[in-house]
């Protein structure tokens, strides 16, 4: 069992940058791929990016590519997702998520998700 908390949305400037965080309890949590999804106001819930339990490999959705960065520590149970240049349309309800299967952008792929964090970035 994986419980996930997500931190640091907030309001931004377009152009400018976040970090969010998802601190995970359980002992396991360096055993699960983890990953961030998004949810704008009437869209679906949307792949972001992924990162395996070492860290060695990453995948990025295409529009976010070059702008955004997964990373993990596993000491500190946490997965961060950096956001650089940020556009109105990253605007959105942002999650993060755990799983057992690495490259999977389908929600459906994943086991265990946080409650999520505000992302709104103003023109």
């Known amino acids: 069992q994986v419980q996930l908390v997500e931190s640091g949305g907030g309001l931004v400037q377009a152009g400018g940058s976040l970090r969010l965080s998802c601190a995970a309890s359980g002992r396991t949590f360096s055993s699960y791929v983890m990953a961030w999804f998004r949810q704008a106001p009437g869209k679906e819930r949307g792949f972001v990016t992924a990162?395996?339990?070492?860290?060695?490999?990453?995948a990025y959705a295409d529009s976010v590519k070059g702008r955004f960065t997964i990373s993990r520590d596993n000491a500190k149970n946490t997965v961060y997702l950096q956001m650089n240049s940020l556009k109105p349309e990253d605007t959105a309800v942002y999650y993060c998520?755990?799983?057992?299967?690495?490259?999977?952008?389908?929600?459906?792929?994943?086991?265990?998700w946080g409650q999520g964090t505000q992302v709104t970035v103003s023109s």
């Open positions: 990162i395996t339990w070492n860290g060695a490999r990453t």
């Open positions: 998520a755990a799983g057992l299967t690495f490259g999977g952008t389908n929600p459906n792929a994943y086991n265990y």
